[in-house]
């Protein structure tokens, strides 16, 4: 784009130690700035992306990547309803579930809560749960008939249950008796409690038998639907589709975990949006700093202009020579901002715990956020965004002061020489 001319002169330009310090150091501070904010975007972002990494983590460890359900709320094939998805290769393997909404009491306590019956011997294929059991076993449900049932910790905690003690399950159909319309309630033993690190699941979701729940719900030998677990969770939209292909038509409902926690991924994504333009907006300020010390190299190099114009220098010659100029620094700046907001994303793990010792505080306290440490996940494509983008605003902020330089004009700036 320049000729070796302009790149020389523009260079030496950025070298020389000038008259006029003042200039070097507005240079010298948009390079810090644009620096500064490229290491806060870098590191803000890695920051987003590892908490939800670690927040979908935890609810993929709860729930399917999938589900298969019926049309009117029932499945009554599911077994042939999993063969069938599971005939897709990319389907790791399904399982059924009963899910339904209960009160359950114990004495003075109450409280609402999500009931799901699930066969022990697979759930393993679809979920985490049983790996996050904190106390008691799985193995009591593991044959139907024996009413035991898991609680979230909030929840056991909430209705001060322990392993072994009795809680009563209240279902919202009713029993007709001579004495009228009563409430269907069953006995359960708590025989486990389980910790997935997600207060939604641990505070309202209790897990009972499969057969258990056809029975406290009535479903006779239906179900609630198949979950499914899928090679690659982030192509569960296409996969769904195509599971849903190979089933007839209007009988099933196919969803994905995308679509049940739709809410929730998009508003992350809209904060972690607002977050990249606020940042930016600081790297744009620090960029078009770069004006200013510009402007003043202008005038300061008045004379200098005139005299490579008098030689035959062009205009398009002289804004080269500025533009390479600024561009030299915002280059500077966006590669020590790279260099720091990388090597700060990718040592989070062992910078954060350093500043909580030293300062005796705790930035993610367990007791207030999912998540107990600082996560980082570094996308090498936010990177190049960011730099991208640093760059075309340090290159933008060169043109005004490069285009004002191209019209000196060598009569008036050499007139008081």
């Known amino acids: 784009m320049f000729h070796p001319l302009e790149i ?3 260079l030496r330009y950025t070298r020389a130690k000038r008259r006029n310090h003042f ?10 700035g644009i620096a500064l904010g490229i290491t806060a975007l870098i590191t803000v972002l890695s920051v987003m992306n590892g ?4 927040v979908r983590e935890r609810i993929l460890g709860m729930t399917a990547h999938a589900t298969i359900s019926g049309s009117n709320g029932r499945l009554s094939d599911w077994q042939t309803v999993r063969e069938q998805a599971e005939r897709n290769p990319q389907v790791q393997g399904g399982a059924p579930y009963i899910r339904g909404e209960a009160m359950l009491t114990d004495q003075s306590l109450t409280s609402g809560a999500i009931i799901q019956g699930i066969l022990p011997s697979e759930e393993s294929k679809v979920s985490q749960v049983i790996d996050k059991l904190s106390a008691g076993s799985f193995d009591p449900l593991q044959q139907p008939g024996g009413f035991g049932i898991v609680l979230g910790q909030a929840l056991a905690g909430a209705l001060g249950l322990n392993v072994g003690d009795k809680v009563t399950v209240i279902v919202p159909q009713m029993n007709f008796t001579p004495a009228g319309p009563v409430p269907r309630l069953k006995r359960f033993e708590v025989v486990g409690i389980f910790d997935s690190g997600m207060y939604e699941y641990d505070r309202g979701l209790a897990l009972i038998n499969l057969e258990d729940a056809a029975t406290l719900f009535r479903l006779e030998d239906n179900v609630t639907g198949i979950r499914l677990k899928l090679d690659n969770m982030f192509q569960a939209p296409r996969i769904v589709r195509e599971i849903a292909q190979q089933l ?15 809410n929730f991924f998009r508003a992350v994504q809209i904060e972690k949006t607002a977050m990249f333009v606020i940042l930016t907006l600081i790297v744009a300020v620090a ?26 220098t062009t205009p398009a010659s002289i804004m080269g020579i500025f533009i390479v100029q600024g561009v030299t620094i915002g280059l500077i700046g966006t590669l020590l901002g790279l260099i720091g907001g990388v090597a700060l994303a990718l040592n989070l793990d062992v910078v954060v715990p350093f500043i909580e010792r030293v300062f005796h505080i705790k930035f993610m306290s367990p007791d207030v956020y999912l998540i107990s440490e600082v996560p980082s996940q570094l996308l090498w494509g936010d990177v190049a965004t960011i730099a991208l983008v640093a760059f075309c605003l340090a290159t933008l902020a060169t043109l005004y002061p490069a285009w004002r330089a191209a019209r000196t004009q060598p009569a008036e700036a050499l007139r008081y020489e």
Do not use: C
């Not at 200039?23 to 810090?32: G, Y």
């Not at 908490?51 to 670690?54: F, G």
């Not at 770069?290 to 008045?302: E, N």
């Open 8 to 10: 020389f002169i523009g």
């Open 23 to 32: 200039i070097s150091f507005i240079s010298l501070t948009s390079m810090l």
């Open 51 to 54: 908490a939800v990494n670690e």
């Open 248 to 262: 007839p038509p209007g009988l099933y409902r196919v969803q994905d975990w995308t679509q049940e926690h739709a």
């Open 287 to 312: 960029a078009f700093n770069i004006v200013s010390a510009l402007v003043m190299v202008v005038t300061d190099k008045q004379a200098d202009i005139a005299i490579l114009r008098t030689l035959g």
